[in-house]
């Protein structure tokens, strides 16, 4: 059994909360060494929820050309 199957298996037993917390560092990790660019997805999305308003109206539309 390789290290990837012993982490899911532990990982099975694990409640949800806590489990979460394993998922969450394991962005961490690949975010810090540069695997995975999660960090601007979760900004993106939270970004375009607060912008919708700002970029979705017909005032501006002049800057969409730009």
Not at 4 to 33: G, M, S, W
């Amino acid at each position: 059994m390789n290290i990837t199957d012993k982490i899911c298996q532990e990982a099975r037993k694990l409640p949800e909360p806590l489990a979460q917390e394993v998922f969450n560092f394991i962005e961490y990790i690949q975010i810090k060494h540069g695997l995975r660019d999660v960090l601007s997805e979760h900004l993106k999305a939270s970004q375009a929820r607060a912008m919708k308003n700002v970029w979705g109206n017909m005032q501006d539309e002049v800057w969409n050309d730009l």
